[in-house]
């Protein structure tokens, strides 16, 4: 009885506020049926393509996270190549010096050689040349000799002078080949 009292005391405020009951109960069954359609037809929709979605940014994740592990290989492969390569090149670029410089040894060798060879041949050339000009020099110096003597003879000279100079001339022929040597 006292919750009787006490429910009958109390005044419904609902209709204070502007509320219909039968306008509550049916926004409310046209709130279901509203909720119910799009639960079925749109929710479930764009469930399905967010969960698409997310299927394809998990794979897309995996793809970039697979792509990125074959590239720092490929980068890796690409530095062992790079080594590779580098120490190729020093190795080339050292037999090459060390080919270089045994060239270099031998051309000074042979330049040395041909240097001593063409100073040699020089020096005997040079010697036959001297020896060429010395009996030059004294087919000339006899030349000479008979000459001034052709012209000393026509000279009034005496026989005795005459004798002396050719003498004289005779003489000095024959000690100038044994002085030079």
């Known amino acids: 009885m006292t919750t009787l ?8 405020p609902l209709p204070k506020f502007g509320v219909n009951w039968y306008d509550l109960i049916s926004q409310a069954i046209a709130f279901l049926i509203i909720a119910w359609i799009l639960n079925k037809f749109v929710f479930k929709t764009v469930m399905k393509t967010v969960a698409d979605r997310r299927k394809e940014a998990e794979e897309a994740a995996a793809h970039n ?7 720092q290989a490929a980068e890796e492969a690409r530095r062992g190549v790079l080594h590779k390569a580098q120490e190729q090149a020093d190795k080339v670029v050292s037999e090459a010096k060390a080919n270089v410089a045994e060239l270099l040894e031998q051309e000074k060798i042979r330049c040395e050689l041909l240097g001593n060879e063409m100073l040699t041949k020089a020096r005997e050339d040079a010697l036959l040349d001297q020896a060429r000009l010395k009996t030059e020099l004294r087919a000339e110096l006899a030349t000479m000799i008979v000459s001034l003597t052709a012209k000393l003879a026509q000279m009034n000279l005496t026989a005795a002078d ?3 100079l050719l003498q004289a001339a005779i003489k000095e022929i024959a000690v100038e080949p044994s002085q030079e040597k």
């Open 162 to 164: 005459r004798d002396r």
């Open 65 to 71: 996270e697979r792509i990125r592990h074959e590239l």
């Open 5 to 12: 009292f006490i429910l009958a005391t109390i005044e419904n």
